[in-house]
């Protein structure tokens, strides 16, 4: 059983950054693919970044390339979302989701946290 909790979350202006935060819980959590994803009201919740457990492959929607970066640190148990360069458009509830295999799909991941708002002003 894995346990995920988000933060790091809040208002920032355009052009600003942050950095989320998901701390997890479970003995078992170096071995699990970590992603994190977003969902803008009335949107369906979307694939943002991932990270495998192996060899720490990253894999990033095409929106934030360039821009975010999820690392891992998994002495500490916890997974990074640096967001930079952050725009209106990412305005949403972020995610964090852990899973056998970094993948965009979310069906693909066991475990949920409950999110951090993050929002954009413009």
């Known amino acids: 059983q894995v346990q995920l909790v988000e933060s790091g979350g809040g208002l920032v202006q355009a052009g600003g950054s942050l950095r989320l935060s998901c701390a997890a819980s479970?003995?078992?959590?170096?071995?699990?693919?970590m992603g994190w994803f977003r969902q803008a009201p009335g949107k369906e919740r979307e694939f943002v970044a991932a990270?495998?457990?192996?060899?720490?492959?990253?894999y990033y929607a095409d929106s934030v390339k360039g821009r975010f970066t999820i690392s891992r640190d998994n002495a500490k148990i916890t997974v990074y979302l640096q967001m930079n360069s952050l725009e209106p458009e990412d305005t949403a509830v972020y995610y964090c989701?852990?899973?056998?295999?970094?993948?965009?799909?979310?069906?693909?991941?066991?475990?949920w946290g409950q999110g951090t708002q993050v929002t954009v002003s413009s």
């Open positions: 989701a852990a899973g056998p295999e970094p993948m965009a799909a979310t069906t693909g991941y066991d475990y």
């Open positions: 479970g003995r078992t959590f170096p071995s699990y693919a």
């Open positions: 990270i495998s457990w192996s060899d720490g492959s990253t």
